[in-house]
């Protein structure tokens, strides 16, 4: 988890907790926008450095994660032909379901220039693009994310797999992710 954590505290992502109050004042960009004038992403894509940084420390949490389903929840796998990834980061995810599950053909699809550094793995095709073109826009709309995708998958097998971290039920913990996602838009943007 080094790498996840050395990217939370660079200066990149530290500075924009100096410009929360644009939340506060509802200034309609992000203080992250306000702090590195772009959002995030378009800054990834201008900054390979950083855009590396987030992949790895995407890849650290992805490695305990998806080894967990793997050894906790194979079954979830039987049967799947395909399985799209979207903002599959380094690609990491598929290429280890891939070697669990060689039967599954992986679709890592995330932006460009993200696609562009992923790892080619036997058995996952990249594909670049903008999932909200694509899907649907913004997580606030993720029922009708999950709707396209329903639409996407075959009504006889298809399956689309969740992924949620349970955490304790404790109100003060709530609060203090809470002011994590101050950073963020309400919406998941940064
Ligand atoms: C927070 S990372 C999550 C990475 C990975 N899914 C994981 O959980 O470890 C978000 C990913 O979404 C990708 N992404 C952001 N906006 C996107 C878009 N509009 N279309 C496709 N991918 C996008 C980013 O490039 C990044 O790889």
């Known amino acids: 988890m080094a790498t996840l954590i050395l990217l939370e505290i660079s200066p990149v992502m530290l500075a924009p907790w100096h410009s929360l109050s644009s939340r506060v004042l509802d200034s309609g960009n ?11 992403w378009s800054y990834a894509e201008k900054n390979p450095g950083h855009s590396k940084f987030i992949d790895e420390a995407m890849a650290c949490e992805a490695r305990v994660a998806v080894q967990a389903i793997i050894e906790e929840y194979p079954q979830v796998f039987d049967g799947i032909k395909s399985l799209v990834d979207f903002g599959g980061s380094n690609g990491t995810v598929l290429a280890m379901l891939g070697k669990a599950f060689p039967w599954i053909h992986g679709i890592h699809f995330d932006l460009p220039f993200v696609v562009a550094v992923a790892a080619k793995v036997d058995g996952v095709e990249n594909i670049g693009g903008d999932m909200f073109e694509c899907v649907q826009r913004r997580a606030l709309e993720c029922i009708k994310i999950l709707k396209k995708c ?36 309400d919406d998941g943007t940064y």
């Open 30 to 40: 992000s203080p992250f926008e306000i702090a590195n004038g772009k959002d995030a």
């Open 150 to 185: 329903r639409e996407a998958i075959p009504e006889d097998k298809g399956e689309a797999i969740i992924v949620q971290a349970v955490v304790e039920v404790d109100k003060n913990r709530a609060a203090r992710f809470r002011e994590v996602d101050i950073r963020h838009g």
